[in-house]
């Protein structure tokens, strides 16, 4: 089985900054790419930032210039660095992944959320 394992979430005030971390473990013959999502009360998830396994990577527009997205092939990891923190940034944020546990056989697999509060 694959599991995404997030970490880093919590309270910050405006203008603050937060380190996200998602582990992937597991059975994994190759991991695709990766990414963070975030779903605000009342609204739908939306995507915040992807990264291939190349390291090409994409942003939501309103995240462009705060957020940056990296990852560690060697531990299965990607991050989210979010600096300049505003209000409307609460969400839970979702790890995301495409990931094989055989060779070409890419599945979609989700962490568990973790909250992030931006708020004075």
């Known amino acids: 089985q694959v599991q995404l394992v997030e970490s880093g979430g919590g309270l910050v005030q405006p203008e603050g900054s937060l380190r996200l971390s998602c582990a992937a473990t597991g059975t994994i013959f190759s991991i695709g790419h990766m990414g963070w999502y975030r779903q605000a009360p009342g609204k739908q998830r939306e995507l915040v930032s992807i990264?291939?396994?190349?390291?090409?990577?994409n942003y939501a527009d309103s995240v462009k210039g705060r957020f940056t997205i990296s990852r560690d092939n060697a531990k299965n990891t990607v991050y989210l660095q979010m600096n300049s923190l505003k209000p409307e940034d609460t969400a839970v944020y979702y790890c995301?992944?495409?990931?094989?546990?055989?060779?070409?056989?890419?599945?979609?697999?989700w962490g568990q959320g973790t909250q992030v509060t931006v708020s004075s």
């Open positions: 995301y992944g495409m990931i094989a546990m055989r060779r070409a056989e890419y599945q979609a697999y």
């Open positions: 990264i291939t396994s190349t390291g090409n990577t």
